[in-house]
């Protein structure tokens, strides 16, 4: 039992260590995005109509994609099941309206979940869930938006979900949905009301080649953005699952120590009895002879 | 505001994060249209840029290079930003490393896989020995 304690103990430390790294780089990728929406924004104001593929509605979506952020290994608690939970009230929710959902799957639990379950998916990438680089989130983002491109007779998807776990704090991260595709750019444009004078950009090479350009690093910031929340997620319920486990053991090792403590009394006990009583009955021979 | 001695606010961005700020003269970055070359009170510009190494001249003389496979260079109001997921300062670049890269990015092209990942990595790579030559020539 102290053997499991000290185990429970060492990932806790280990997942407590990791966690402040991903918060880290978690804020550290803000700059990124932040400039993202900054030229984002102002396109918008110049091209009339931010009209692009990647924003366009489609009218009757009859095809969507659920892109679920899992972690790779156990030992975090609800963590896994929770966002199945979520992505499961998503599938549902989207099936009522009449669409086909398919999915796509980051993390090797998620991956077994689907497998274990034989439900089929398009994608899946896993080995990364607790320190994603952005080549990561480059690579799920291009597979994303060739799909999305793709019409839907030819097996595109017509909109795309994510389900991933924002880290709130160290002790709350809360599974969440987000249309990831087609892209919602109206923050950007009422940030920019705010500002007093509208600059005139010059664009290179023109407006429309820069949206074009920007919207995949748009939908790759977001992804990367999703798997930078889920992996410290990850590692902050890891920490919580590991700091109870750690509780528990003592706990266990407490009531065992007090039970091994109390069958030896037992003994002892049983043993002077025992030893009186043989003494009583010596003496009892002796007086009658 | 017109006067010479507004310097330019610059940040590098890449995805991972800011990876350099300072004041700048000048700003060299080449974009799909050519080289452009950006100074104090530039009207806002917004423009792509081509994988390469652009150059920065702070006001303390210096010379920095990032390498850049991408991304975009955007200029308002003094403020330039250079945004790239994979940028990189030249002189955080081992040339060695970054050959030793493009060797193997050369390698898988002339064995014929031209997929985007390997045209990716050869721009990187390629762009990455470009600015740490550069680094390395005349620092």
């Not at chain 1, 979520?86 to 999915?103: H, T």
């Not at chain 1, 899946?124 to 983002?141: C, K, L, R, V």
């Not at chain 2, 530039?42 to 991304?71: K, N, Q, S, Y």
């Amino acid at each position: 039992m102290s053997a499991t304690k000290k185990i429970t103990k060492a990932m806790e430390l280990i997942a407590a260590s990791k966690v402040i790294r991903a918060q880290q780089a978690a804020r550290r990728a803000l700059p990124y995005t932040r400039e993202l929406n900054r030229a984002v924004s102002a396109l918008a104001t110049h091209t009339r109509n931010l009209e692009h593929p990647l924003t366009t509605q489609i009218e009757r979506p009859r095809r969507a994609a659920l892109l679920v952020f899992t972690s790779d290994r156990g030992m975090n608690g609800a963590f896994n099941s929770n966002v199945h939970k979520m992505a499961g009230q998503m599938r549902q929710r989207l099936e009522d309206q009449g669409l086909e959902v398919k999915r796509y799957m980051v993390g090797r639990k998620g991956i077994g979940y689907m497998k274990f379950r034989e439900i089929p998916m398009v994608q899946s990438w896993d080995g990364f869930s607790d320190a994603p680089t952005f080549a990561n989130a480059h690579e799920i983002a291009d597979v994303l938006i060739e799909d999305f491109l793709t019409p839907y007779e030819e097996g595109g998807v017509d909109e795309i979900h994510a389900v991933y776990t924002r880290m709130e704090s160290m002790l709350t991260q809360t599974p969440r949905v987000r249309r990831l595709l087609p892209l919602e750019v109206v923050e950007g444009v009422t940030e920019l009301g705010e500002l007093d004078h509208i600059p005139q950009y010059e664009f290179e090479p023109d407006p429309e080649t820069v949206l074009d350009e920007l919207m995949p690093l748009y939908v790759r910031s977001r992804v990367w953005f999703y798997l930078l929340q889920s992996a410290a997620s990850i590692l902050a319920s890891q920490q919580k699952a590991m700091k109870s486990a750690t509780d528990n053991a003592q706990q266990l090792i407490e009531t065992l120590t007090r039970e091994a403590n109390q069958a030896r009394q037992a003994e002892i006990t049983q043993e002077i009895t025992e030893i009186v009583g043989g003494a009583s009955a010596l003496a009892e021979a002796s007086a009658e002879n | 505001m017109a006067f010479d001695s507004t310097p330019l606010r610059v940040e590098v961005v890449s995805a991972e994060g800011l990876i350099w700020e300072g004041d700048a003269v000048q700003v060299i970055a080449r974009t799909t249209e050519g080289d452009i070359g950006v100074m104090a009170n530039h009207e806002p510009f917004l423009g792509i840029l081509v994988p390469g190494a652009a150059e920065v001249f702070t006001t303390e003389g210096r010379r920095e290079i990032v390498a850049v496979d991408g991304g975009f260079m955007s200029v308002a109001d003094n403020r330039v930003s250079l945004l790239n997921g994979y940028a990189r300062m030249a002189k955080e670049i081992s040339l060695s490393e970054a050959e030793s890269e493009l060797a193997k990015a050369q390698l898988a092209l002339e064995k014929g896989d031209v997929s985007t990942e390997t045209m990716q990595h050869y721009h990187r790579a390629s762009a990455q020995v470009r600015a740490a030559q550069k680094a390395a020539s005349r620092n």
